[in-house]
């Protein structure tokens, strides 16, 4: 049996699981350096900064899809599709379906503006399941980032 629901803090530790399986399939499994206090407490404090949807098959957390509000000054507020994974044995079942559906219903419900999210250029199963949907695919921006240490 499959279930959608809202992320709970119980289910940050498989999380990260999924999310460091998500950074090896992305070819960045060192990437991942975010420690479970540090997540728990970022969805599911007093003023949480990410929500989410996990989907679950015989009470096992197989897929999850996170969100952050990000503000446009030119659109208003738009959620931000950070991390979108369904764990490999578990893909072809229409879950991944199920999770975005569900992110794009928060989003009409939340009266966001949009939702907007990176996709690597080379990923093509994820760039084929995204064009269902009538994307638009933005080749102009580049990406930039400054790492900065927390201590």
Known sequence: MLTIRRAEKKDCARL??????????EKAPGEVTVALEHFEESGFSEKPVWWGFVSEEDNIIVGFIMYYIRYSTW????????????????????????????????????????IMWQVLEWNEPA?????????????????????????
């Not at 699981?17 to 399939?25: G, P, Q, W």
């Not at 994974?85 to 999770?99: M, S, Y």
């Not at 269902?132 to 990406?143: A, L, R, S, T």
């Open 16 to 25: 990260l699981e999924l999310i460091k399986e998500l950074a090896v399939y």
């Open 75 to 114: 659109k208003g507020q738009r959620m931000y599709l950070e991390d979108f994974v369904v764990t490999e044995n578990a893909r072809g079942k229409g879950i991944g379906k199920l999770l975005f559906e569900r992110l794009i219903k928060e989003a009409k419900e939340k009266k966001f503006s949009g």
């Open 127 to 151: 760039i084929n399941f995204y064009k269902k949907y009538n994307v638009k695919f933005d080749g102009e921006w580049i990406n930039c980032s400054i790492e900065l240490l927390a201590h």
